[in-house]
């Protein structure tokens, strides 16, 4: 044999110790590298940021449950007002709360309403809001008297509570005064103007009438002067608002009456003059115009016109001129 065999034989146990030394240094390496990040990993665990113990010495215990409740309340809040359910969710409190001062013995049990005239008890306690479900305990007297002065018959309202379950309310209602009509619809008013109801009930039907924008804040002074001068009144249908600056009047033959815009009270005078003299009511008249202050103008009929005409051309026609 040469020596190229036992070179080989002495060389392959060489190359695998160093294999395996080179193998054993790696694990080694990675064993105390793996070592090394356990006992880094302990260290960060054991040693805490300064924000943490900054939170850990001056934040009360269960403050984190506490902002983690106000937190899901304020999205629920928020859900509600996003949602459009806010008078729900107070309408369903509110009916709880009655709930419970009922049962413990604030139910309302009885209702005196005094000073009602046109509406009646089931109508004022609609208005005020209040049902069988309310309870004494929980009525808002000033929030009810407010509700009951939003009706237009209300003119004032006082509440009264006497525990455990008696309410009172004491209301002062308006006066039905004349018949409003403007923009084609008639509605009932008071004195001040204000609207009270539609004009549906016939038992309105004798009220004076006046028409025209603005005339329902005027009818009080116009009507008052009116009714110093009953010949006038008496025959009066209507009480026109013109321009919202003067009157005119219809009677119930249908004369129609110019009233300047001053000075109304001379002219209701001179009209009232002029009837029981001349009869000026009865004529075949249509209208009477007085807005100059220096003369009366009197309207004939058609009909009226007409035989004053003929008339006047008889009595032009000469006595030869008869075929």
């Given amino acids: 044999m040469d020596g190229a065999g036992r070179l080989a034989s002495f060389e392959r146990p060489q190359a695998d110790l160093k294999a395996a030394a080179i193998g054993a240094v790696v694990l080694l390496r990675e064993y105390l590298g793996f070592r090394r990040t356990r006992t880094s990993l302990a260290a960060d665990r054991e040693r805490p940021s300064r924000l943490a113990l900054f939170i850990e010495r001056h934040v009360p215990r269960r403050a984190g449950l506490a902002a983690t409740l106000a937190l899901l309340v304020a999205s629920a809040g ?12 107070s309408a369903a409190l509110n009916a709880a709360r009655n709930a419970l001062a009922n049962s413990i013995g604030f ?11 046109q509406l009646s008890q089931d109508e004022v306690l609609a208005i005020g809001g209040v049902n069988g479900r309310s309870s004494l305990l929980f009525l808002d007297a000033a929030a009810l008297r407010d509700r009951l002065k939003t ?12 525990y455990p379950g008696q309410l009172q309310i004491d209301i002062v209602e308006r006066t039905a005064f004349a018949l409003w009509q403007c923009n084609g ?33 005027r009818a009080r002074d116009f009507l008052a002067l009116l009714a110093r001068y009953p010949q006038v009144n008496s025959v009066t249908k209507a009480a026109i608002f013109v321009g919202e600056r003067r009157w005119n009047l219809r009677t119930r033959d249908g004369l129609d009456i110019r009233l ?15 009837d029981r003299e001349d009869h000026l009511f009865s004529r075949d008249i249509v209208a009477v115009d007085m807005r100059l202050p220096d003369r009366l103008t009197v309207q004939l009929s ?22």
């Fill in 302 to 323: 058609d009909d009226a016109a007409k035989a004053r005409e003929e008339l006047f051309k008889k009595q032009k026609k000469k006595p030869g001129d008869a075929a």
């Fill in 151 to 162: 009706n237009p018959w209300i003119a004032e309202a006082t509440v009264l509570k006497f």
């Fill in 78 to 89: 928020l859900g509600v007002v996003k949602g459009g359910h806010v008078d729900e969710l």
């Fill in 107 to 117: 139910r309302i049990t009885a209702v005196a309403i005094n000073g009602r005239k």
């Fill in 260 to 274: 300047p815009e001053n000075d109304v009270g001379n002219a209701l005078a001179a009209l009232s003059k002029l």
């Fill in 185 to 217: 619809k008639l509605s009932v008013i008071a004195e001040d103007g204000a609207v009270l109801e539609p004009y549906v009930s016939r038992r309105f039907v004798t009220l004076p009438l006046v028409v025209g924008r603005g005339a329902e804040t």
